[in-house]
Structures are given as C-alpha cells and as structure tokens.
C-alpha cells in the first residue's frame, strides 16, 4: 500500500478528529482552513508539546473514507464521507462535546473509473445557521445545520 492509498486517507482522518477534539472548548473552524481559510489558529492556550502520556481521548465515532476535513461551528463537528456497495456520499454532524450524531445525510454517488476513489475532499463551509457541501461527482447541498433538512 502507498502512502497515498486508503489506510493513509484514514490515518489523515483520524488525525483530523484528534485535532478536533483538542479543541473542542476553541473557536469554530467554520470551514477549510479555518475562520479566515489561512490554516493559524488564533486561540489562546496552545501547547508548545504534547504530554508523553498522550491526549485523553474524549469520544470516538466511526466514519468512512474521505479526504475532506471536518468544519466546527456552534457546538458542533460537520464530517463527509464515502461509503461503497452500493456507492454513497454522506454528510455526518455530531454533538462536539459527547460525539453523538445529531443528523446525517447520506445520497447514491458513482465513483465508477475515478483516479482518486477514496472518497470527498471538500471540508463542508458553516455560515448563518446553513452548511455547505460539494461532492465529488458536483453534488452542492445547503442544510439546515440544525436539523439536517436539505434547502
């Protein structure tokens, strides 16, 4: 397997929600990049090291394959993902302090001959009260964030 392969795009994933769950008391990070999509976190309190016992894992939820990272806005963790047999792309929101999923959205999406097939690589955009989402085969959908109903 390469590194570009699927176990990568997990690790990749994986190493987004950690980052998330660090920050869960942070500011929103509303989109790619963050509040002004320049990837600089402007939060107080940043840890120049990370403790030899490691990060206290708050909660877990199992996603699938994707290369988009997640968006955090008003309490609250926006995830894409790939599901296959049958091919399927999903929108994921989960409660940021206790990881349960408050909604999902999940629509048929072809990956037949595509290069990269391991799923979505547009981190879904938060902006006054909607969320959204652009999917690998051109799927743009606007949500209610907090409900999940397509707009």
């Given at each position: 397997m390469t590194a570009s392969g699927p176990r990568s795009a997990q690790i990749v994933r994986s190493l987004h929600f950690l980052l998330v769950c660090i920050s869960l008391s942070a500011d929103d990070w509303p989109q790619w990049?963050?509040?002004?999509?320049?990837?600089?976190?402007?939060?107080?309190?940043?840890?120049?090291?990370?403790?030899?016992?490691?990060?206290?894992?708050?909660?877990?939820?199992?996603?699938?394959?994707?290369?988009?990272?997640?968006?955090?806005?008003?309490?609250?963790?926006?995830?894409?993902?790939?599901?296959?047999?049958p091919d399927?792309?999903?929108?994921?929101?989960?409660?940021?302090?206790?990881?349960?999923?408050?909604w999902e959205h999940t629509y048929p999406c072809e990956y037949a001959d595509m290069e990269y097939d391991n799923g979505r690589r547009a981190t879904p955009k938060v902006h006054d009260g909607l969320v959204y989402t652009f999917g690998t085969q051109g799927h743009l959908v606007c949500f209610a964030a907090a409900t999940g109903r397509v707009i």
């Open positions: 990049g963050g509040l002004q999509r320049d990837g600089i976190w402007r939060e107080n309190g940043v840890v120049d090291r990370l403790p030899e016992s490691g990060l206290e894992i708050r909660w877990r939820a199992r996603v699938s394959n994707g290369y988009s990272g997640p968006a955090v806005a008003n309490g609250r963790i926006l995830l894409t993902d790939r599901l296959s047999n399927r792309e999903r929108v994921l929101c989960f409660d940021a302090s206790e990881g349960s999923k408050i």
